[in-house]
C-alpha cells in the first residue's frame, strides 16, 4: 500500500480518537505530512493539496477564523501558536513546489486565513522561492495569481494608519521591494506580445503600492520593457517573423506613460531612466 496513503490513515484515525487534541494539534500533523509527501513523493503534488485541503476543513470546523478576526491587529503579525503554525505548513511545500503551490486552491485560501503581517511573511517566503529557483512567469494568469498572493507586500492594508518612515521602516519595505522588483525579469515568452501583456499587468498590480514603493519597483519594470522593445524590433526587422500586434511603438509608449507615472515622486529617478530609454531608441533607430 502506498505509504502515504498509510500515514494519512493513521494520522486521521489518531484526529477521530482524540477529540481533545487542539486545532494547533491537528494542523502540526498535516505539517508533519506534507513534509513526508515532499521527501517522499515530491512529484505528487496532489498529497500536498489534500493536506491543505484537510487544513481548511479542520480549521473552518472551528471558531478559529471568528476570533483571529476579532484579536488580530490590522497590519501587525500575530504569534498566536495556531496562526504561527499556518504560517509554518504554508511555508513547508515552498522549497520543493515553488510557483506550483498557485495550483492549489486551498493554498490561497488558508493564505487568507492569516493577519496581514503573517500572510506578508509567507508572501515574502514565496517570493524568495520563486527567484531562487528562476521560476518563469510565463502566463497572465499565473502573473494574477502570484500578485493576488503577496497582496499585503504590493500594498497597504485599506484603512491601515499611515506610519511616519524611519530606518527601519525603510530598509524593510526596500527588502520587500527589491523581491517584488525582480518578478519582471522572470517573465517569458517566446511571443514578444504575451511579454507586454505580462509586463501590463505587472504594472498594473505594481501601481497598487504607492509612490513609496514605485520608486523600488518601477525600474526594474521599465528596463524589462527596454530589453522587450529590442526584441520586438528584431522581430519587426526579420524576414522570417510573423509581424508583431505589439510594435516597438507601443512598447515604447509604455515605457514612457511609467517613466511619466515615477515621476511625480521620483524626479530624478525619472530622467535617469528617460536618458535609458533615448539610448535605446537611438540604438533600435539610428
Request: a negative charge.
Amino acid at each position: 500500500m502506498n505509504s502515504f496513503r498509510l500515514f494519512n490513515d493513521c494520522i486521521t484515525t489518531l484526529i477521530e480518537d482524540r477529540a481533545n487534541m487542539s486545532l494547533t494539534e491537528t494542523l502540526c500533523l498535516q505539517t508533519v505530512l506534507i513534509n513526508f509527501a515532499l521527501k517522499c513523493h515530491p512529484s505528487r503534488i496532489d498529497y500536498v493539496a489534500h493536506c491543505l485541503n484537510t487544513c481548511v476543513i479542520l480549521i473552518e470546523k472551528t471558531d478559529f477564523l471568528a476570533t483571529s478576526a476579532a484579536e488580530s491587529q490590522p497590519t501587525g503579525r500575530s504569534t498566536d501558536a495556531t496562526t504561527t503554525q499556518i504560517e509554518t505548513l504554508l511555508s513547508a511545500p515552498l522549497g520543493t513546489l515553488s510557483l506550483r503551490v498557485l495550483e492549489i486552491p486551498a493554498y490561497s485560501k488558508l493564505m487568507s486565513y492569516l493577519p496581514w503581517g503573517n500572510w506578508k511573511q509567507v508572501g515574502s517566503t514565496l517570493l524568495r522561492s520563486v527567484i531562487t529557483n528562476n521560476s518563469p512567469l510565463t502566463e497572465v494568469e499565473q502573473v494574477e495569481q502570484l500578485f493576488k498572493t503577496v497582496t499585503p507586500i504590493l500594498m497597504d492594508r485599506e484603512g491601515a494608519a499611515v506610519v511616519e518612515d524611519s530606518a527601519e521602516s525603510t530598509a524593510a519595505l526596500r527588502e520587500e521591494q527589491s523581491l517584488l522588483a525582480r518578478t519582471p525579469h522572470l517573465m517569458r515568452s517566446d511571443d514578444t506580445d504575451v511579454l507586454l501583456q505580462l509586463l501590463t499587468v505587472t504594472r498594473t498590480h505594481f501601481s497598487l503600492g504607492g509612490p513609496r514603493r514605485l520608486q523600488f519597483t518601477f525600474p526594474a519594470l521599465i528596463f524589462a520593457a527596454l530589453r522587450l522593445a529590442r526584441s520586438v524590433a528584431q522581430r519587426e526587422q526579420s524576414e522570417e517573423a510573423s509581424t508583431p500586434q505589439y510594435s516597438t511603438r507601443k512598447v515604447f509608449h509604455f515605457v514612457i506613460e511609467s517613466i511619466a507615472t515615477l515621476s511625480a515622486t521620483s524626479p530624478e529617478l525619472s530622467l535617469k531612466l528617460y536618458l535609458q530609454a533615448a539610448q535605446v531608441t537611438t540604438v533600435l533607430y539610428c
